[in-house]
C-alpha cells in the first residue's frame, strides 16, 4: 500500500475509534491542533484553486472532515463529563476567547454559530443547488460548442475529449456538492445540540458526583462545554468559508487571490472615488478626522500608483506585440504547418459565410455535425473533421470541396433563395433563374422567398441554401469514404471491437491478417456502399477464410455474402418484387477464363472488342432499368461479380453488382433483361 493510502485509512478510522476508546487529554490537544490545521489546509487550498476541478474531491472531503471532527466532539465531551480536564486546548478556547468570562464565553460562542448556520452555511446551500442545476442545463450547449470547434478545426480530437471529460467532471462535481453542503449545515446543528448537552450534563456530573455548588458547577462546566464548542466550531467555521468559497467563485482558470484584488482595487477610478468620499465623511461629520481623512489620502494615492502601472504596462505590451511581429516577419516561413492535408474541406466565398456563423443564424456547423453522425450510422465509419474555411479568391456565392487537398467538386447558391426542383410529375412550371442541383446534376430554378409556399403546394421539391450544401458534401463523402479509411481509423474500430469480444480479435489481427488487408477489405465493402457497422460478422468472417486464403478480393467476397441481410434490405426492399438484369452465363464462363492470377493478385484481361460490346450491352439494359425508374441492378454468380464490377465500374459508377449468395430467400426478384456480348 503507498503511504497516501495507509494515512488517509489512520485519519478516518481514528475518528471511528474515538467513538469508543476514552483518548487521554494530551493526545486529544494533538488531534484537536491537527484538526485546525486541516480546516486552515482546506480553506487555503480552495481560496488559491484556479478552477473547482482542482478540488474534484471536495465533497469526500467535506465528509472525512466531519466524521473526524464529530469523533472529537465525542472525545471531548467523555473528558468533560469524565474528569473535567480535557486538556489545555480546550480549556484555553474556554478562559482565552470569552476572557474567562461565562458570559462573554457564551456570546462569542452562539455569534460564531449564528455566522455559521445562518449565513455561510444557507448562502453556500443554495449556491451549490443552483449552480448544480445550471451546470447540468448547460451541458448540451456545452456539448455542441465542442463539437462546432472540432468540425471547424478549432481543437483537435484529444482537446475535444479533454474538454468533455471536463464538462462531465464538473456536472458530477456540482451535483456532488449540493449533496456534500448538507454534511456542513448538519455538523453545525450537532455542535449546538451537543454544547446544550454538555452544559447540562456537566452541571449535574459537577453537582451529583463532584458535591459542587451548583455556582461552581456551572462557571467550570460551562466554560469548558464552550471552549470545547469553539475548538470544533472554529475548524468547521473555516470549513464552511471553504465550501462557500469554492461554489461561488465559479469554474474560472485564473489565480483567485490576483483577480480578487483586480476587481475591488483595479480600476484607479473607484479608488479615486472611494478615497474622495472617505476624506469628505472625516470633514463634514464628528467622525475621526485623521482616520478618515488619512485613509481617503491612502486611496486616492494607490489610485495614482494602479494608474500609472497600467499606462506603463499598456505601453510594455506594445512595444512586446511590435517586437514579436517584427521577429516573425524576419524569421524564415515555417512550412511545417504548410505539410498538413485536410482530409475533408470545405472552402466557400464571403457570401456564403453568414450559413457558417451562428452569431448570424447559420446552422452550417450542426448540419456538418449532422453529416458524420449520419454517415458513422449509416456506414459505421467516422468521417475526419470536416474544415470549413473562407476564401476570398471564390465567387461570393461559390463553394468547393476538397478531398485531402485536391478539389473534387463545386457549387454556387443564391443567399436568400431557395431551390426548386421538379420531381418529374408537376406540369406547370415556375418562373425563376435555371440552374442544376449539385449533387445529382438534375435540373433546378432559384426562387425566391415569396415563392416557396407557391412551389411547394405545386409539387415542387424545395430545399434552402445550407440543405444543398449539407446534401452535396454528404454524398461526396459517400463516394470517397473508402478512400478517407486510414489504417489509424482501422486501428480504432480494432480496439472497439476487442473490448467486447478480446478473443476474436487476438485470433485475427495481427496473427491471421494485417492492419492493412483488413483495411483493404473495409475499403472494398465501403466502396460499394456497404456498411462496416456490423464489425463483428465482418471479423468472424475474415477468422474463418484467412486461414485458407489472404487474398483480399476474395475475403470480401466472402464477407459480402456474410451480409446478406445487410445487402438485401439495402438494395431490395421487402415485400416488393425488384426488376434486376442477370449476366449471361456463357459471358459469365468468358470471364473467368479470362483472369488471370498473379503474385499481386487476380486481375481480368478480357479483349478489348469483347469489353466495347459487353458495355454496350450493359448500358442498354441500364437504360431499361432506368426508364422504369428504377435502381440499374445486375445479378451475377459469386465467382464472377468482383471481375464484372471490377470492369463496370469505370464506365457506369452508379451500377450495383450482387450476386446470388448476397440475396436473402425471401426476396422476390424479377428479370427484365440479360447481359451479353
Known amino acids: ?143 455542441m460548442a465542442i463539437d462546432a470547434d472540432l468540425n471547424t478545426g478549432a481543437i483537435t480530437d484529444d482537446e475535444a475529449k479533454k474538454r468533455r471529460d ?34 447540562i450534563g456537566g452541571i449535574a456530573m459537577g453537582m451529583f458526583r463532584m458535591n459542587m455548588e451548583i455556582g461552581d458547577a456551572v462557571n467550570k462546566y460551562t466554560i469548558l462545554t464552550i471552549g470545547d464548542g469553539l475548538v470544533s466550531q472554529i475548524p468547521s467555521l473555516l470549513i464552511s468559508l471553504a465550501t462557500g468559497i469554492l461554489v461561488t467563485k465559479g469554474s474560472k482558470d485564473a489565480d483567485f487571490s490576483t483577480a480578487l484584488i483586480g476587481q475591488l482595487f483595479g480600476v484607479p477610478k473607484n479608488l479615486y472615488m472611494v478615497g474622495s468620499v472617505i476624506a469628505v465623511m472625516g470633514i463634514i461629520t464628528p467622525l475621526p478626522a485623521v482616520v478618515f481623512i488619512g485613509l481617503g489620502m491612502v486611496f486616492i494615492v494607490s489610485g495614482r500608483i494602479i494608474a500609472g ?28 504547418s ?32 449532422m453529416i458524420r453522425r449520419q454517415i458513422a450510422l449509416e456506414l459505421g465509419t467516422v468521417v475526419p473533421i470536416i474544415r470549413l474555411r473562407d476564401n476570398i479568391q471564390l465567387n461570393p456565392n461559390q463553394y468547393i470541396i476538397k478531398i485531402k487537398g485536391i478539389q473534387v467538386s463545386e457549387g454556387e447558391i443564391l443567399f436568400d433563395h431557395y431551390m426548386a426542383m421538379n420531381p418529374g410529375f408537376v406540369e406547370e412550371e415556375i418562373t425563376g433563374i435555371p440552374t ?53 481509423d482501422v486501428q480504432n474500430l480494432v480496439n472497439n471491437l476487442k473490448e467486447s469480444h478480446p478473443s476474436l480479435v487476438e485470433e485475427l489481427v495481427p496473427k491471421l ?38 487474398d483480399t478480393d476474395i475475403l470480401t467476397e466472402y464477407t459480402r455474402q456474410s451480409l446478406k441481410r445487410a445487402i438485401s434490405s439495402k438494395f431490395f426492399p421487402p ?21 488471370k492470377q498473379t503474385e499481386q493478385g487476380a486481375y481480368l484481361n478480357l479483349d478489348p472488342e469483347k469489353t466495347k460490346t459487353l458495355m454496350n450491352s450493359v448500358g442498354s439494359e441500364v437504360k431499361k432499368l432506368e426508364n422504369m425508374g428504377k435502381n440499374p441492378i445486375v445479378i451475377t454468380s459469386p465467382i464472377v461479380r468482383m471481375y464484372f464490377k471490377r470492369l463496370t465500374e469505370d464506365y457506369f459508377k452508379d451500377l450495383i453488382v450482387v450476386s446470388y449468395n448476397e440475396i436473402d430467400s425471401n426476396v422476390e426478384l424479377q428479370s427484365v433483361g440479360m447481359v451479353t456480348a
Open 436 to 488: 442544376f442541383e449539385p449533387s445529382f446534376h438534375l435540373p433546378a430554378i432559384w426562387i425566391t422567398e415569396s415563392q416557396r409556399e407557391r412551389a411547394e403546394s405545386m409539387g415542387y421539391t424545395v430545399v434552402d441554401p445550407p440543405s444543398i450544401i449539407a446534401t452535396h458534401l454528404t454524398e461526396l463523402i459517400r463516394q470517397y469514404i473508402a478512400e478517407l479509411l486510414t489504417r489509424q
Open 513 to 550: 491478417l494485417g492492419l492493412g488487408e483488413v483495411q483493404k477489405v473495409l475499403q472494398n465493402l465501403l466502396k460499394e456502399g456497404i456498411s462496416i457497422r456490423d464489425l463483428l460478422t465482418i471479423f468472424e468472417t475474415l477468422a474463418d477464410y484467412a486461414a485458407t486464403t489472404r
Open 166 to 199: 471536463k464538462i462531465q467532471q464538473e456536472a458530477s462535481f456540482f451535483g456532488s456538492m449540493d449533496g456534500a453542503v448538507k454534511y456542513v449545515k448538519g455538523d453545525a446543528v450537532a455542535g449546538l445540540i451537543i454544547t446544550f448537552v454538555n452544559i
Open 309 to 336: 502601472t497600467i499606462e506603463t504596462a499598456k505601453i510594455e505590451s506594445e512595444v512586446d506585440y511590435e517586437e514579436v511581429s517584427a521577429d516573425e516577419i524576419r524569421q524564415p516561413e515555417n512550412v511545417n
Open 1 to 143: 500500500m503507498k503511504k497516501t493510502d495507509i494515512g488517509l485509512a489512520l485519519y478516518f478510522l481514528s475518528a471511528v475509534i474515538m467513538f469508543i476508546v476514552n483518548v487521554p487529554n494530551w493526545l486529544l490537544d494533538i488531534l484537536l491542533a491537527f484538526n485546525i490545521a486541516v480546516a486552515f489546509a482546506v480553506l487555503f487550498g480552495c481560496m488559491f484553486s484556479k478552477e473547482v476541478l482542482d478540488m474534484g474531491y471536495f465533497p469526500t472531503i467535506l465528509l472525512f472532515t466531519t466524521i473526524f471532527r464529530i469523533g472529537l466532539n465525542v472525545a471531548s465531551t467523555k473528558l468533560v463529563l469524565r474528569t473535567g480536564d480535557p486538556g489545555e486546548v480546550v480549556q484555553v478556547f474556554g478562559e482565552f476567547v470569552g476572557g474567562g468570562d461565562l458570559i462573554i464565553g457564551s456570546i462569542v460562542f452562539v455569534i460564531l454559530i449564528l455566522i455559521q448556520f445562518m449565513v455561510i452555511n444557507k448562502g453556500s446551500e443554495r449556491v451549490a443547488e443552483v449552480t448544480a442545476r445550471f451546470t447540468l442545463d448547460a451541458m448540451p450547449g456545452k456539448q
Open 338 to 369: 504548410l505539410l498538413q492535408v485536410d482530409p475533408v474541406e470545405l472552402e466557400f466565398g464571403y457570401g456564403i459565410i453568414p450559413l457558417a456563423d451562428v452569431n448570424q443564424g447559420g446552422d452550417l456547423l450542426d448540419r456538418v455535425v
Open 575 to 595: 415485400n416488393e418484387t425488384t426488376s434486376v438484369v442477370t449476366l449471361d452465363p456463357r459471358m459469365e464462363q468468358e470471364i473467368m477464363s479470362n483472369v
